[in-house]
C-alpha cells in the first residue's frame, strides 16, 4: 500500500511527456506507470500537466544588502510565496560580508531558514572578502556542510572584487570543483556614469538604467568570461539582461567554454521604460543589471529557448516601496540610493508557463529543464530534485492550465508589498504543490507549518568540472599550465 498514488495525469519531465501514474511513500517517488495498486489517498490528475516542482536558484532572503538594508521576506513568507508559485526548493545566498568568518554565515542563515522554511532549501555562498582563511579551510568546510556554489560581485562597493581576487577564487573553485556565479557588471563605468548624471541633475530612477549601460553589463561579462578561459574553470554568468552579454555568453559556448547563463523574469516582462513611471513609482522597476528593451526581451527569449540560458530564476530582492527598503534614503532618494531588486518568487513559474509554453514559444520539456531539471543539475542535487523519478524526492506540481490569474500584490505571498506585474494576466497556475510527498498547497491554502521545510546538501557538480581543454597560455599541454592547473589538465 503506498502513501498516495496520483491517477492519469500527463507527467513532464525535462525529456518526456508520458500519461502516467505516480506513486509516493515516505516522500519518495517509488513507482509509475500504470495500475500500480493501492495506496492510502489517490489524487484523479487525468488530463492535468504535472511537472516537477520548481527549483529557485537565486533569490535573496533574509539577506541584508551590501549597504546593510534586510530583504522584506524572511525564510517564512519566502518560501510560502515561492510554494504558491509552485517551487519546492529555494537556493538563497548566504552572504558573507567583510570581516565575517564562513562558519558564522552559515551558522546564522542555517538557523533562519531552519526555524522557518515551509520548502527544502540549500544555500550558495556570497564571498565578499576572500581572505586567506576563507579561500583555505573555510571554503572546504562549507563544502562539508554543502555548499557548493559561490557567488561573486566585480560591481556593489563593497561587495566587489578586482580580477585578481576573481583569479583566486576561480582558482581555488577549480581545485574544490565548485561553480562559481558571478555578477558582471563594470564597477567604475556605472559609478563615472552615475557621478556624470547626478552632477547634471539627473537623479530620478529612470536614470538606474542608463548608468547600469549595456557595455557595463557585456565588458564585465567578456572579462569574466577571459579570467574563466585562462584558468579552465567553469562559470556561471547570473541575471543576464542584455542582447550583448547573452551574444558574449553564447559566442564563449561556441568555442566549447563551460560558461553558463542565468535569467530571470524582469528581463522577459519588463523594461527600462517601466523605471520612467510617474514619480518615485520607477524605484519599484531598479534592479541590477536594469531591464533593456523589447529587442533585448526577444533576445533573452531566444536564449532561454535555445539553451544559451540554463537556468530560469526570480532574483528575488523584495525590498517594500517605503522608508523600510527602496526608500531608505529618503521620500525622493537618487537613483544610485535605491535599493536594488525585485520580488519574483511566486510568479516565476506560472508567467513562464504562460507567455512561454501557452504561447508555443517553448515546449514543457524545455519549461521543466530551465526551471527546475538544469538548476539540480547544476547544483549537484539530481536526481534528488528536479525531475519526476522512482527515487526522487516527490517534489510535484498539479497544474490548473486553464486558470486565468491577473496578477495583484493582494493575490502573491510575499511581504515586499508590490508586484512588477500589477494587471498581468496569465493563465495556468499551480493547483496542487507536494514537496517530499507532503501537499504543501492545496485550495489555494498553505497547509503546512512553518519550519517544515528540509535542508539539501548540495553535492559537487558535475557543470563545475573543468573541460580539460584550456585555449590559453596555459594549455594543458604547456609544462606551465600543467604545473598551475594540476596534472589532472593534461
Ligand atoms: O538588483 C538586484 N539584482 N539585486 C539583488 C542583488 C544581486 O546582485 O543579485
Ligand atoms: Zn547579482
Ligand atoms: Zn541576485
Redesign the pocket.
Known amino acids: 500500500m503506498y502513501d498516495m498514488i496520483i491517477k492519469g495525469g500527463t507527467v513532464v519531465t525535462a525529456a518526456d511527456t508520458v500519461v502516467q501514474d505516480i506513486a509516493i511513500s515516505n516522500g519518495k517517488i517509488v513507482a509509475l506507470g500504470a495500475d500500480l495498486g493501492e495506496a492510502t489517498q489517490l489524487i484523479e490528475a487525468s488530463g492535468k500537466i504535472i511537472t516537477p516542482g520548481g527549483i529557485d536558484s ?1 533569490c ?1 532572503i533574509e539577506q541584508k ?1 551590501s549597504s546593510g538594508l534586510m530583504t522584506a521576506d524572511d525564510f517564512y513568507s519566502a518560501s510560502r510565496s515561492a510554494a504558491f508559485g509552485g517551487t519546492t526548493t529555494i537556493i538563497p545566498f548566504a552572504a558573507q560580508h567583510k570581516g565575517q568568518s564562513l562558519y558564522d554565515v552559515f551558522d546564522d542563515y542555517h538557523r533562519r531558514a531552519t526555524e522557518k522554511s515551509v520548502i527544502d532549501y540549500a544555500y550558495h555562498l556570497i564571498i565578499a572578502d576572500p581572505t586567506e582563511a576563507v579561500m583555505g579551510e573555510q571554503l572546504e568546510a562549507m563544502i562539508e556542510r554543502g555548499i557548493t556554489s559561490f557567488k561573486i ?1 566585480m560591481t ?1 562597493e563593497s561587495l566587489k572584487l578586482d580580477d585578481y581576487q576573481i583569479l583566486e577564487v576561480l582558482f581555488r573553485a577549480r581545485e574544490l570543483q565548485s561553480l562559481v556565479m558571478i ?1 558582471a557588471e563594470n564597477n567604475d563605468v556605472i559609478r563615472w556614469l552615475t557621478d556624470k548624471l547626478l552632477a547634471l541633475g539627473h537623479s530620478q530612477p529612470k536614470y538606474h538604467a542608463i548608468s547600469h549601460a549595456r557595455i557595463a553589463e557585456s565588458e564585465a561579462t567578456h572579462r569574466a568570461i577571459s579570467l574563466a578561459e585562462l584558468l579552465d574553470t567553469p562559470l556561471l554568468i ?2 543576464v539582461s542584455s542582447a550583448e552579454a547573452t551574444a558574449e555568453i553564447r559566442r564563449a559556448q561556441e568555442r566549447g567554454l563551460k560558461i553558463y547563463g542565468e535569467t530571470c523574469p524582469q528581463y522577459l516582462f519588463l523594461t527600462a521604460e517601466d523605471l520612467d513611471r510617474d514619480g518615485m513609482d520607477g524605484a519599484m522597476f ?3 543589471p536594469p531591464p533593456r528593451d523589447q529587442a533585448a526581451q526577444d533576445v533573452i527569449w531566444r536564449g532561454l529557448c535555445n539553451g544559451t540560458f540554463e537556468v530560469f530564476s526570480s ?1 528575488h ?1 523584495p525590498y517594500r516601496f517605503d522608508s523600510s527598503g527602496k526608500l531608505a534614503a529618503g521620500d525622493n532618494p537618487s537613483f544610485d540610493k535605491i535599493a ?3 520580488p519574483g518568487l511566486e510568479i516565476r513559474l506560472p508567467m513562464l508557463y504562460s507567455a512561454g509554453v501557452g504561447t508555443g514559444r517553448m515546449s514543457l520539456n524545455q519549461f521543466v529543464a530551465v526551471t527546475a531539471t538544469n538548476a539540480a543539475k547544476m547544483y549537484g542535487i539530481y536526481p534528488q530534485k528536479g525531475t519526476i523519478a522512482v527515487g526522487s524526492d516527490a517534489d510535484i506540481v498539479i497544474w490548473d492550465s486553464q486558470r486565468k490569474v491577473t496578477l495583484s500584490t493582494e493575490m502573491l505571498h510575499d511581504e515586499a508589498g508590490y508586484t512588477p506585474y500589477s494587471g498581468t494576466q496569465v493563465t495556468g497556475w499551480p493547483e496542487l504543490v507536494l514537496s517530499r510527498g507532503r501537499t504543501v498547497i492545496a485550495n489555494n491554502e498553505l497547509q503546512v507549518e512553518r519550519g517544515s521545510g528540509a535542508y539539501v546538501h548540495c553535492g559537487l557538480s558535475a557543470y563545475a568540472i573543468p573541460s580539460g581543454k584550456a585555449v590559453s597560455e596555459l594549455t594543458p599541454a604547456s609544462n606551465f599550465g600543467a604545473k598551475i592547473l594540476g596534472a589532472n589538465n593534461e
Open positions: 537565486h535573496h544588502s560581485y556593489y555578477h547570473v541575471h531598479c534592479c541590477s532574483d530582492s536594488n531588486g525585485v
